[in-house]
């Protein structure tokens, strides 16, 4: 979030920006994005105050990539408070052994099973009743950590304030392609290879990053090996959604070579990875609903 990349004029614009957020401690909590001081504005709308490069070359690249928002959707309040509380990108960290490692370890403590769909989510006499395809499960409460959409359609008896929200709290859509590479590519900078390269909607319309896994972590290829993440755009994603994925691949792949030569060449095997409900959107309803929901 140093705004490295801009000219003299976005800088300072961040500047101010980050002296914005930095003149109201606690009052960007990620905890409850629906109290900060910019209200309810969208990324778009708050970035017109600024230098047009830094929504061009950092908002929207961050909220496209990080968040898979479009920006003139998408309230600035969620990210703001989000970015303020993880710091400068010199400080993010990452798990070893994958984003699963947390989910990993907690499933050892307690009984897990996968591959049952939930198709209903009801209350009676006081109890839960959770229908599956293969039968009920009562119980005393159930949490549904679930996209918000997949909630709303599980659960047709929640009271109204909580539909409210859950129809409000629409998710976006996103797709990678991990590509296994036979020599450890990746995108640079002055030289030095990056373990993440956003690439801004102004400049790039099929891309909205490169990431040298084998870069961020170098357990993540075998040794001499590398593996890179090709993030689409969010707005070719619906498109490439039902699109065979070989088809995908070589569109992305296609894009990347662009940012790092002789990809094509060196990539042995593809993986498509889509994600109908990604991330949550927060939109200016949702935010307001927000409150009444936590
Ligand atoms: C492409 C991408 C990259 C990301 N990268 C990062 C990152 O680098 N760092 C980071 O911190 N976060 C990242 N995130 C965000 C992170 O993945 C999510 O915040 C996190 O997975 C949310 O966890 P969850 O348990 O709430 O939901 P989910 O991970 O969505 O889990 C919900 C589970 O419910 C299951 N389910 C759905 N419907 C039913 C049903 N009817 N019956 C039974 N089971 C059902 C699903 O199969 C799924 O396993 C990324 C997200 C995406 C899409």
Same mark, same amino acid.
């Not at 600035?76 to 990210?79: E, F, K, L, Q, V």
């Given at each position: 979030f140093g705004g490295g990349g801009?000219?003299?004029r976005a800088r300072l614009d961040l500047a101010r920006l980050i002296g914005r957020i930095a003149r109201h401690p606690g009052a960007y909590d990620g905890d409850r994005p629906e109290e900060t001081p910019a209200g309810a504005a969208t990324v778009r709308a708050l970035a017109?105050?600024?230098?047009?490069?830094?929504?061009?070359?950092?908002?929207?690249?961050?909220?496209?990539?990080c968040f898979g928002w479009d920006t003139a959707r998408s309230t600035?309040?969620?990210?703001l408070s989000l970015l303020a509380e993880v710091g400068p990108p010199s400080g993010w960290r990452t798990?070893?052994?994958?984003? @699963?490692?947390l989910a990993r370890r907690l499933a050892g403590t307690v009984d897990v099973e996968t591959g049952r769909t939930v198709h209903e989510v009801v209350e009676a006499d006081g109890r839960t009743l959770v229908r599956c395809a293969d039968g009920e499960i009562t119980a005393r409460a159930a949490v549904?950590?679930?996209?918000?959409?997949?909630?709303a359609a599980l659960r047709p008896q929640?009271?109204? /304030? /909580?539909?409210?929200?859950? @129809?409000?709290?629409?998710?976006?859509?996103?797709?990678?392609?991990s590509c296994l590479l036979e020599r450890p590519l990746a995108p640079t900078a002055g030289g030095r290879p990056l373990y993440l390269l956003l690439t801004p909607a102004v400049e790039e319309?099929?891309?909205?990053?490169?990431?040298?896994?084998?870069?961020?972590?170098?357990?993540?290829a075998p040794r001499g090996r590398g593996l890179l993440t090709l993030m689409a755009a969010p707005g070719t994603v619906p498109g490439l959604l039902d699109s065979p994925p070989e088809e995908t691949a070589g569109r992305l792949l296609a894009a990347a070579e662009r940012y790092v030569p002789g990809l094509g060449a060196a990539t042995l095997r593809t993986f498509v990875h889509a994600f109908p409900h990604a991330l949550p959107e927060?939109?200016?309803?949702?935010?307001?609903?927000?409150?009444r929901f936590a």
């Open positions: 801009l000219g003299p017109r105050r600024y230098h047009p490069d830094l929504h061009d070359y950092l908002l929207q690249p961050l909220a496209g990539c600035a309040a969620p990210m798990y070893r052994d994958g984003m @699963d490692l549904l950590a679930v996209p918000a959409p997949v909630a929640a009271p109204p /304030e /909580e539909r409210a929200f859950l @129809d409000a709290c629409t998710f976006s859509s996103a797709l990678k392609v319309d099929v891309l909205s990053a490169v990431i040298a896994d084998h870069v961020k972590h170098p357990g993540r927060a939109t200016p309803r949702a935010l307001h609903l927000r409150g």
